[in-house]
């Protein structure tokens, strides 16, 4: 494996902060795009290891005459779970990759690797806004060799407290009275954190393999339904005291039934999970006999 320099956003954020630590570990060269205010707490450790530039500080622009960067991976993005208006999450989402895509081409870099959402575009802003940049990607294919990682749900430790799976965890470890869900019958394809890094792993190693602006979908490619996810971690959490009220909250309005990962690319690319649902549900809890 050759080293590479590697322009990588949301390095601050849970799936960037474990595709920091991984390819420091493999001895790359890590340069990170961050705001001034981001907190540094899930790389602290890796203080010095690592070159950044502040987006919304002047001059970030110069990092492509800095380094001759050899992949920029964008896993940076806005959610709109923050109070975010539309302008902040199109800004974050479309606009600001954008330019980081037009500067990338100037620059001569070779290859971008972009994270995209599997949610159907009508869900809300923040599926809309990836869907666009995915477009935008396509439109540029002949000037960047750049591929989207449409990502299913990822979940491991440490991971915010409003996704799904952390907030379940959370509310079972305090053995709260009860908590609220939709019925629960939506389909999801869950996937343990160490898989999803693994798997953009190999496509920085591959990506030469693919045709550019392919969209590949990673997952573990099985769906489970929500209520039977809830019911999992209550089981390994020993929860006998909180009560699961489903069908409590309404079902978000255009919500997919059921999304799963077609994986052919993916194990085309000899690239397998090693998590089962249960095994990493069992990490999230701390217990190693799932």
Same mark, same amino acid.
């Given at each position: 494996?050759?080293?590479?320099?590697?322009?990588?956003?949301? @390095?601050?954020?849970?799936?960037?902060?474990? !595709? &920091?630590?991984?390819? =420091?570990?493999? *001895?790359?060269?890590?340069? %990170?795009?961050k705001?001034?205010?981001?907190?540094?707490?899930?790389?602290?450790?890796?203080?010095?290891?690592?070159?950044?530039?502040?987006?919304?500080?002047?001059?970030?622009?110069?990092v492509?005459?800095?380094?001759?960067?050899?992949?920029?991976v964008?896993?940076?993005?806005?959610?709109?779970?923050?109070?975010?208006?539309?302008?902040?999450?199109?800004? @974050?989402?479309?606009?600001?990759?954008?330019? !980081? &895509?037009?500067?990338? =081409?100037?620059? *001569?870099?070779?290859?971008? %690797?972009?994270?995209?959402?599997?949610?159907?575009?009508?869900?809300?802003?923040?599926?809309?806004?990836?869907a666009?940049?995915?477009?935008?990607?396509?439109?540029?294919?002949?000037?960047?060799?750049?591929?989207?990682?449409?990502l299913?749900?990822?979940?491991?430790s440490?991971?915010?407290?409003?996704?799904?799976?952390?907030?379940?965890v959370?509310?079972?470890?305090?053995?709260?009275?009860?908590?609220d869900?939709?019925?629960?019958?939506?389909?999801?394809?869950?996937?343990?954190?160490?898989?999803?890094?693994?798997?953009?792993?190999?496509?920085?190693?591959?990506?030469?393999?693919l045709?550019?602006?392919?969209?590949?979908?990673?997952?573990?490619?099985?769906?489970?339904?929500?209520?039977?996810?809830?019911?999992?971690?209550?089981?390994?959490?020993d929860?006998?005291?909180?009560?699961?009220?489903?069908?409590?909250?309404?079902?978000?309005?255009?919500?997919?039934?059921?999304?799963?990962?077609?994986?052919?690319?993916?194990?085309?690319?000899?690239?397998?999970?090693?998590?089962?649902?249960?095994?990493?549900?069992?990490?999230?809890?701390?217990?190693?006999?799932?």
């Amino acid at each position: 494996m050759s080293q590479k320099t590697i322009l990588l956003t949301g @390095a601050t954020g849970y799936l960037g902060s474990e !595709l &920091l630590r991984f390819w =420091i570990g493999l *001895g790359h060269n890590l340069i %990170i795009l961050k705001r001034s205010t981001s907190s540094l707490k899930r790389i602290y450790d890796l203080g010095g290891k690592f070159k950044s530039y502040n987006v919304d500080e002047p001059g970030w622009e110069l990092v492509f005459n800095d380094y001759s960067i050899d992949v920029v991976v964008h896993v940076a993005a806005s959610y709109g779970r923050k109070g975010e208006s539309l302008s902040e999450i199109l800004e @974050a989402n479309v606009l600001f990759p954008i330019r !980081l &895509l037009d500067l990338a =081409i100037q620059a *001569g870099v070779k290859y971008f %690797i972009n994270t995209s959402s599997s949610l159907p575009r009508e869900v809300n802003d923040y599926a809309l806004s990836k869907a666009q940049f995915q477009e935008w990607i396509a439109q540029k294919k002949n000037q960047i060799h750049a591929v989207n990682l449409v990502l299913e749900y990822f979940y491991g430790s440490g991971d915010e407290e409003w996704k799904f799976i952390s907030m379940v965890v959370k509310k079972l470890k305090e053995n709260v009275p009860s908590i609220d869900f939709t019925n629960g019958l939506q389909k999801r394809d869950f996937i343990y954190i160490s898989d999803v890094v693994s798997a953009y792993d190999i496509i920085l190693n591959k990506i030469d393999d693919l045709k550019s602006a392919l969209d590949i979908p990673v997952g573990s490619g099985e769906s489970h339904s929500l209520r039977s996810v809830v019911e999992k971690c209550k089981k390994i959490s020993d929860n006998n005291v909180t009560i699961l009220n489903f069908g409590a909250i309404p079902d978000r309005k255009g919500d997919a039934h059921e999304l799963v990962a077609d994986l052919s690319v993916m194990t085309s690319l000899n690239w397998n999970i090693e998590y089962s649902l249960e095994l990493g549900l069992g990490k999230v809890f701390g217990k190693n006999n799932f």
